[in-house]
């Protein structure tokens, strides 16, 4: 399997500055079919996940655009600007390159 | 809009089956663009893919299950289901059904429903 190693595993930020998570895979996650599968999951306090990235770097819909994605290959990076009070929760990556997909252990942002 | 909504019993005894089942509305089991998964998070432990169900019928499942696992989709009802034999402890966790967008990501996520594995 696939292991997902994320950094820091908390994080406290200031309102209104940036935060940035970092997310490397045992291996590479370009798949077969040319693409590199990697999300990011935003989950809330008593909510269940929610996808914020896909591929990498695409939003959501609804996603604003103070979250964004980068990364290649096996190091990956989640970067949210201007910093609110309703981003708190963990945020997870994920890998649907290769069965089975996997998940980091969470970063917990705190304000 | 699409909700996925899992449903079973809370309390399962050591040994018996886990039955659990996701009621989609607002979307399709069936529709091909579309994959239907369950995932589980254990107290203080990593989410995990127990499998998924392709839209050809086809289903994968995690090996970590040592075929424990059973997934089933129900057309005519817009539903998956899971059971997961010889409960023991360690499958205690939040349960969830999501919906996987082929070419994308896991893209929707239920609420989720904690089954504990006690006497």
């Known amino acids: 399997d696939i292991v997902m190693t994320q950094s820091p595993l908390s994080s406290p930020v200031t309102l209104g500055q940036t935060a940035s998570i970092s997310c490397k895979s045992s291996?590479?996650?370009?798949?077969?079919?040319?693409?590199?599968?990697l999300s990011w999951l935003q989950q809330r306090p008593g909510q269940p996940p929610r996808l914020l990235i896909y591929?990498?770097?695409n939003r959501f819909s609804g996603v604003p655009d103070r979250f964004s994605g980068s990364g290649a290959g096996t190091d990956f990076t989640l970067k949210i600007s201007r910093v609110e009070a309703d981003d708190v929760g963990i945020y997870y990556c994920?890998?649907?390159?290769?069965?089975?997909?996997?998940f980091g252990q969470g970063t917990k942002l705190e304000i | 809009q699409l909700q996925l909504q899992e449903s079973g019993p809370g309390l399962v005894e050591p040994s018996e089956t886990l039955s659990l089942t996701c009621t989609v509305s607002g979307g399709s089991v069936s529709s091909r663009q579309y994959f239907w998964a369950w995932i589980r998070q254990p107290p203080g432990k990593l989410l995990e893919l127990i499998g998924t169900?392709?839209?050809?019928?086809?289903?994968y499942y995690n090996p970590s299950l040592r075929g424990r696992a059973t997934i089933l989709r129900d057309t005519s009802k817009n539903q998956v289901s899971l059971k997961l034999e010889s409960a023991t402890a360690a499958d205690t966790a939040v349960y969830y059904c999501a919906r996987v967008e082929a070419g994308i990501a896991i893209d929707y996520w239920g609420q989720g429903t904690l089954v504990t594995v006690s006497s």
């Open positions: 591929k990498i770097s």
């Open positions: 994920t890998q649907a390159s290769q069965n089975p997909y996997t």
């Open positions: 169900v392709y839209s050809t019928g086809s289903i």
């Open positions: 291996q590479s996650l370009v798949n077969s079919d040319g693409h590199t599968y």
